[in-house]
């Protein structure tokens, strides 16, 4: 029924709030400290040879490239958890245009929050 689709895609989009809050939280913490004030210009800079938009304005999957981009972020994820993400924005796609998520993308979703949470959670006590 309606009632339940929305129920479900509220908790969809609650799990990928939190996800995506928490890896734009993490980026921020590590390359200020990194970086110091202004870290978006400078590391931008750096790397890319040329100030991007915004961080704030960044989307899902840029932020998720910061994770293979910027050195201070390269360690925070292994490698097969960096593909797990990359595999979120499918996901994402799906939530923003009410698309219902199958049992198999619900799951992927749970655990990936837990993932994130947990990475995160162990970069923040480690103080990087």
């Not at 040879?49 to 910061?66: G, Q, T, V, W």
Request: glycine share 0%; hydrophobic share 40%.
């Amino acid at each position: 029924m309606p009632i339940e689709a929305a129920d479900s895609m509220m908790i969809a989009y609650r799990k990928l709030y939190i996800i995506e809050t928490s890896l734009r939280y993490v980026i921020q913490e590590r390359m200020l400290e990194e970086y110091g004030p202004h870290w978006e210009f400078r590391a931008s800079l750096q790397y890319l040879k040329r100030p991007s938009k915004s961080f704030h304005d960044m989307n899902l999957h840029e932020l998720l490239n910061y994770f293979n981009t910027y050195p201070p972020l390269q360690k925070i994820f292994t490698a097969k958890q960096k593909v797990q993400l990359s595999h979120l924005t499918s996901i994402r796609n799906k939530i923003a245009h009410c698309k219902k998520l199958d049992n198999k993308e619900a799951q992927f979703l749970s655990e990936l929050e837990l993932c994130v949470k947990k990475v995160i959670n162990s970069k923040i006590l480690s103080t990087f």
